[in-house]
């Protein structure tokens, strides 16, 4: 299964970034952009899939890094 990083809004006002099944952010930023470009290059180093959710929590985009083959076998 390929880990997934979400990036939502935090009551505090800051975003977070987090893998989808743990408790605790994994980084914390100021705006959105910065919170995905951090998660991107985590996400690159582990051929992960980053999230985005809008204020709102709906997924905006979903952005996918390593080995993800086109067309999907099976």
Request: glycine share 8%.
């Amino acid at each position: 299964m390929k880990k997934e990083y979400h990036i939502t809004k935090r009551p505090d006002g800051n975003w977070q970034y987090k893998e989808i099944h743990n408790t605790r952010a994994t980084g914390i930023a100021s705006t959105q952009e910065q919170a995905f470009k951090e998660a991107r290059v985590v996400a690159i180093h582990q051929s992960a899939e980053v999230v985005i959710h809008g204020v709102d929590g709906k997924i905006r985009e979903k952005n996918s890094y390593g080995n993800d083959p086109f067309p999907p076998k099976g």
